[in-house]
C-alpha cells in the first residue's frame, strides 16, 4: 500500500512556474514508478510525466516538453514536477500516481496508486 500526497499547486501567471511535490509513505518507494498526470474540467485525464524508478528514465508528453521537469529523491519518499513557461492551457489539477510495473506506460489506468491532486491555475 502506498498514500500519495501532492502538494506545491497555486494560482500563477503566464510565463511563471511551480514546482509541484508527491510524498509517499511507505518503504517500498523505490519500487514504484511514478507518473504525474492532469486533468482539466470536462477533459480527461491526461498523462504528462514518468519517471523509472532510480529516475534514470523520464518521458514526458509533447505538450510539456522542454518545459517541466520531473525528478524524484527516494531517500526522501518524494517525486516532484518542476513546471516553467507555464501557460493557461496547463490549468488542470495534477496527479501523482505509482505504477509497479517496469514498462512504460501513458494510460492512467495502468497505476495502482493515487494522489489527492493539486490544482494548477494559469492566469493569461
Known amino acids: 500500500q502506498v498514500q500519495l500526497v501532492e502538494s506545491g499547486g497555486g494560482l500563477v501567471q503566464a510565463g511563471g512556474s511551480l514546482r509541484l511535490s508527491c510524498a509517499a509513505s511507505?518503504?517500498?518507494?523505490?519500487?514504484?514508478?511514478m507518473g504525474w498526470f492532469r486533468q482539466a474540467p470536462g477533459k480527461e485525464r491526461e498523462f504528462v510525466s514518468r519517471i523509472s524508478r532510480s529516475g534514470g528514465s523520464i518521458y514526458y508528453a509533447d505538450s510539456v516538453k522542454g518545459r517541466f521537469t520531473a525528478s524524484r529523491d527516494n531517500a526522501k519518499n518524494t517525486v516532484y514536477l518542476q513546471m516553467n513557461s507555464l501557460k493557461p492551457e496547463d490549468t488542470a489539477v495534477y496527479y501523482c500516481a505509482a505504477d509497479r510495473a517496469l514498462i512504460m506506460n501513458t494510460n492512467p489506468v495502468a497505476y495502482d496508486y493515487w494522489g489527492q491532486g493539486t490544482q494548477v491555475t494559469v492566469s493569461s
Open positions: 511507505g518503504r517500498t518507494f523505490g519500487s514504484y514508478s
